[in-house]
């Protein structure tokens, strides 16, 4: 077993989700439809939080594809696809079914003595207009719908996108059925039918109401469908020229919501806080834990990736770590860790609000302590630990210097005026020799918090690192867009420079007397001195 594995990391990292895959199948967890509602909201909650939720559902909707012999038949039953892809719109889709929706059913609320009711089934007294009322309803739902592309949210859109690319290659004839089933069947017309159980209104919803807005559902869903009513439904045969007449405007919305090429944007969900994803982790293992000889069978007869590799923990998987800790509540801060640093067992985390967490690494259960260490609440760009302090800079453009015993503030400087970007620790002799370097292209030297030089480079300065041959030859390498600056330590003055990438050099590393350069596009070289 690897030294350093833990039970988030062998459930998430897999490019397959072979854990996810097997533990959802139907040979392991049957047809049961309860168990696969009650487990589609912790594994929801564990992708979502750890910023996997794209590979999730691109993962399991090309699964789907790939055990359906027709497409109409896609997200139309109780599958585990079916229940994660519901469970997680619910999460993020509510904000764009107010806008689109409510209106739509407010206005049906105020006009309640209209008859909507044509099952003759159902009353004795079908009036004529009740048809025209419902056509009504269901036109101003389609016509709020419609237009409401632009305002589709993002992870909706990259939904339908997967939808798009796969049923192009297993069922293209079939691509309108295949996006409208998930918009439509699964997104929409439930919120529709239940607008005060999906929080699309508040107020509640009367019997006759109800059953207007099934009504109105059932035909929008039969347009998506391309379907007919049939005669075992005759009293909606009428709404077959209705149907028919939306076919067209439908396809185009498709079109719309499925076309884009941007890639997944992760909307962040506050319910999902670090100990809902605690908990949700250890739901997820005590099923797999259950259920490991099912699981152990499922990976021998598919053999596929790394299914021998998991197989081989499926026995220690009780043992291993839920996750090493994490690094935020998200319900506490709302913002992603920018940059951090170890200083003993406790790591040291910069915030995108201005706040430093500082997290116990042997301890995942203790909660991190939280620090303001800048003003404004703006990003913190950088932070280095230089023995007895550590160093973070923000967007405000200040330095805070802090005690690492105490965790208190010693120090606040302020002399940048741009954005400091980068910090440098440069560890000669005991002296506490720091570079920090902004936007604005200015270095300055620090020795013992005070200001002991300065060098202006004039572009902005993004990464640094030091790299110590000899006493005599020691540079600082600097990061300035895809130009990388080498500085004489000692005589501070710029003694070569080269064009080494295409993107923004965003990091150095020194490595055995050179150093490594990597920027945003990913790429790294090793330079020379």
Not at 317 to 340: E, G, H, N, R
Not at 391 to 411: M, N, R, Y
Request: glycine share 4%.
């Amino acid at each position: 077993m690897a030294s350093r594995e833990t039970f988030a990391h062998l459930l998430l990292r897999d490019p397959q989700l072979l854990l996810v895959r097997s533990l959802f199948s139907s040979q392991v967890l049957g047809n049961t439809y309860l168990e696969a509602e009650r487990l589609a909201t912790p594994v929801i909650n564990v992708f979502a939080y750890s910023e996997r939720i794209d590979v999730l559902l691109t993962e399991m909707v090309t699964d789907e594809f790939a055990h359906q012999k027709n497409v109409a038949t896609l997200f139309r039953n109780n599958s585990m696809t079916s229940h994660l892809i519901t469970t997680y719109t619910k999460l993020i889709g509510r904000t764009y079914l107010v806008k689109v929706l409510n209106p739509v059913i407010r206005s049906l609320l105020k006009s309640l003595d209209k008859n909507y009711e044509v099952d003759p089934n159902r009353s004795k007294n079908v009036l004529p207009e009740a048809i025209d009322n419902v056509k009504e309803l269901t036109s101003n739902f389609m016509s709020a719908i419609l237009r409401s592309a632009s305002s589709c949210p993002a992870p909706i859109s990259f939904i339908c996108q997967t939808l798009a690319k796969v049923t192009e290659e297993r069922f293209p004839q079939s691509r309108y059925m295949a996006i409208g089933g998930f918009f439509f069947l699964r997104y929409v017309c439930p919120a529709i039918v239940t607008p005060d159980g999906y929080k699309v209104i508040t107020a509640p919803v009367p019997p006759e109401a109800r059953r207007a807005l099934v009504l109105a559902s059932k035909v929008i869903q039969k347009t998506v469908n391309e379907r007919d009513f049939a005669e075992n439904e005759a009293y909606m045969q009428p709404f077959n020229t209705f149907i028919q007449g939306y076919q067209h405007p439908i396809h185009e919305f498709l079109d719309q919501i499925s076309s884009s090429t941007s890639s997944f944007v992760n909307v962040p969900i506050p319910t999902i806080t670090h100990q809902l994803y605690i908990q949700s982790l250890q739901v997820i293992r005590d099923e797999i834990i259950k259920r490991s000889v099912k699981i152990t069978e499922f990976l021998h007869s598919h053999n596929m990736g790394q299914s021998n590799y998991i197989i081989s923990l499926l026995n220690q998987i009780s043992t291993l770590p839920l996750d090493w800790f994490v690094l935020y509540d998200s319900k506490k801060t709302a913002t992603k860790v920018q940059c951090m640093v170890l200083v003993d067992k406790l790591l040291w985390c910069g915030l995108g609000d201005g706040t430093i967490l500082i997290c116990d690494t042997q301890d995942p259960s203790t909660e991190p302590k939280p620090i303001q260490a800048h003003e404004f609440k703006k990003l913190v760009t950088a932070i280095i630990c230089t023995g007895k302090h550590v160093w973070t800079a923000s967007e405000d453009k200040a330095i805070g210097v802090f005690d690492v015993d105490t965790l208190k503030p010693v120090h606040r400087l302020t002399p940048h005026r741009g954005i400091v970007k980068t910090l440098l620790h440069v560890p000669i002799n005991s002296n506490e020799v720091v570079w920090s370097g902004d936007t604005n292209g200015l270095i300055i030297v620090w020795h013992k918090f005070e200001q002991a030089d300065s060098i202006d480079l004039k572009e902005p300065i993004c990464s640094m690192c030091f790299v110590n041959l000899s006493p005599q030859e020691q540079f600082v390498w600097v990061g300035i867009f895809n130009v990388i600056f080498c500085i004489d330590f000692n005589t501070r003055q710029v003694v070569t420079n080269w064009k080494s990438h295409a993107g923004i050099v965003c990091c150095l590393l020194p490595v055995r007397g050179q150093a490594v350069s990597y920027t945003h596009l990913r790429a790294h070289e090793t330079g020379r001195n």
